[in-house]
């Protein structure tokens, strides 16, 4: 066997959970389920949405603040009603952009600089005349104590911006539209990005009762039926990127060591798209540093932070495919690098291990809250999923699917995953609409 093959079997091992291993994951997962919904320790948050199911017939115009990672989308949307929706405008704008010197995310950027930004985004899509009602997306761990009151709780997906965490969001938003005039803007709710998910495709599906971003972050929600301290049941933010039950290996040892929050995002950091490609990086230097990529010689973007991402993965994963992909990847990179048939394996190679098993975990992550709102399988379940890596990543929603029938067996055929795509900001409005509905509000058109 050579050494190039023996490190690759190497690899496989340090990337594969068995089915038997994920099962124990399932179990594990449950556990901190049933410990954080009663307030016990626990690496999931468990925290309560104050939001139940929309009933599909909710109506109205309604703007959409998304806000989940380093781009924000901003949407005026017409809800009609039989769980149907147009998208009347949209802008998408990053929160960092060198071109134009500005970096929101950033330690040295400001609430109030953050903030003032995204009220700027909402003005463009308005009428000073015309009241709007304004459902958030905030795609990050809150503690809520009613459907306005979100306190940031620690930013993740390496965003850093000072003067957040312990505030709410809600307020520090209201400001910045008081400060520039926008009083027609009325933030009526905030939820996180996994809970609107979960109601754009409850708008339409009666079934869906999970909900789940795969994409620079990963997170999941579901409705819990008996939820402690409510009388109805309420969509619960698991917080599942928390989950700290996976034993990793050793690249994600270093890159848990580098991140902002050593330590913590355990599962996240095996799964979301923000480190999947960093994974990569690791894995590639350490293969190239024991002479078996390259003939031993690093390009300079493997040895940058960051350099690589979930799109690096899936151009690499296809690699084999279409060969000819992993020139046109070196040369996104500026490298000149030589290719071999070995150095083409140990690309793909490395890029499906990074993928499935990201795949594999948040399937494992699924078939737990399964277990635990219908320890049967006797009803139909739809599991709603928005992100890049879902939508886009060669492989990964057959890979969930087929690791979902692994672990609940022949009644895999009662669960369906589906793609909600733009949901966490549809799904802003759809909060907006069942909060406009519950307090009998109203809003000019």
Not at 89 to 95: A, F, I, M, S, T
Not at 176 to 184: I, Q, V
Not at 253 to 280: F, H, N, T, V
Request: a neutral charge.
């Amino acid at each position: 066997m050579s050494t190039t093959q023996q490190y690759l079997d190497q690899l496989h091992t340090d990337f594969t959970f068995s089915t038997a291993q994920l099962t124990g994951i399932v179990e594990l997962f449950l556990h901190d389920m049933k410990e954080g919904l009663q307030g016990q320790a626990s690496s999931l948050a468990m925290l309560p949405s104050f939001l139940t199911k929309p009933d599909g017939q909710e109506t109205g115009i309604f703007l959409a603040l998304d806000f989940g990672g380093t781009n924000v989308r901003v949407m005026l949307i017409k809800l009609t009603g039989h769980g149907n929706y147009t998208i009347l405008k949209r802008q998408d704008v990053p929160l960092s952009n060198q071109s134009k010197n500005y970096d929101f995310t950033s330690r040295t950027s400001t609430a109030a600089e953050l903030f003032g930004f995204l009220a700027d985004q909402l003005a463009q899509l308005t009428q000073p005349d015309k009241t709007y009602l304004l459902g958030h997306t905030f795609s990050f761990p809150c503690r809520q104590t009613g459907t306005n009151q979100a306190i940031l709780l620690h930013w993740t997906k390496e965003i850093n911006t000072s003067g957040v965490v312990g505030h709410n969001v809600v307020d520090l938003l209201h400001q910045a539209l008081a400060d520039r005039g926008l009083s027609n803007i009325q933030p009526v709710t905030i939820t996180n990005d996994t809970v609107s998910a979960l109601l754009a495709a409850a708008y339409q599906d009666r079934y869906a009762d999970i909900g789940s971003i795969c994409g620079t972050g990963h997170n999941t929600c579901y409705l819990e039926p008996k939820p402690p301290r409510f009388s109805h049941p309420t969509y619960i933010n698991i917080e599942s990127g928390n989950f700290d039950k996976i034993s990793g290996n050793k690249y994600d040892a270093l890159l848990d060591q580098y991140s902002s929050r050593p330590g913590a995002g355990k599962l996240e950091k095996m799964c979301a798209g923000r480190y999947i490609g960093e994974l990569l990086r690791l894995v590639l230097l350490d293969v190239v540093t024991q002479g078996l990529l390259f003939n031993g010689n690093c390009p300079v973007f493997l040895q940058t932070v960051g350099a690589l991402s979930g799109w690096d993965v899936a151009v690499l994963q296809d690699a084999a495919a279409r060969p000819e992909q992993i020139s046109l990847w070196l040369a996104k990179h500026s490298s000149p690098t030589a290719v071999s048939l070995d150095d083409r394996e140990v690309l793909q190679h490395s890029a499906c291990l990074i993928a499935t098993r990201s795949a594999r975990l948040a399937a494992a992550s699924y078939a737990a809250i399964l277990k635990h709102i219908d320890p049967t399988l006797n009803s139909l379940h739809t599991i709603s999923i928005d992100g890049s890596l879902y939508e886009k990543l060669p492989g990964y929603a057959d890979t969930i699917s087929q690791t979902l029938q692994e672990l609940v067996g022949i009644k895999a055929g009662q669960i369906k995953c589906v793609l909600t795509k733009d949901g966490s900001g549809i799904g802003a409005a759809i909060a907006a609409a069942t909060t406009k509905k519950n307090r009998g509000s109203q809003i000019t058109t």
